[in-house]
């Protein structure tokens, strides 16, 4: 669903989740995105603003396929145990 372009834009979010800016770059709403994957619209809300540390691999994967991107584009590794 995102361009090569949007994939580049995405890729400099900083971040550890960058649902939000992927669903901005689409022009999607989060209605959209749940009904197509098949999730409540508050889980994809509350994805997207960060609301949960962690996501599971299931569902971090449907948002990838969605957005024809990879787990890592969305959910790039973060600094978790570095003082």
């Known amino acids: 669903m995102l361009t090569e372009q949007q ?18 770059l689409a022009g999607v709403t989060q209605v959209t995105i749940a009904e197509a994957l098949g999730l409540p619209q508050p889980y994809v809300s509350d994805v997207a603003r960060q609301r949960y540390r ?18 890592e584009d969305l ?8 003082a």
């Open 54 to 71: 962690t996501i599971t691999v299931e569902n971090a994967r449907k948002f990838a396929t969605y957005f024809g991107c990879s787990i």
């Open 75 to 82: 959910f790039p590794p973060g600094d978790e145990g570095k």
């Open 7 to 24: 994939l580049a834009i995405l890729r400099t979010e900083p971040g550890t989740n960058r649902v939000a800016k992927a669903i901005a």
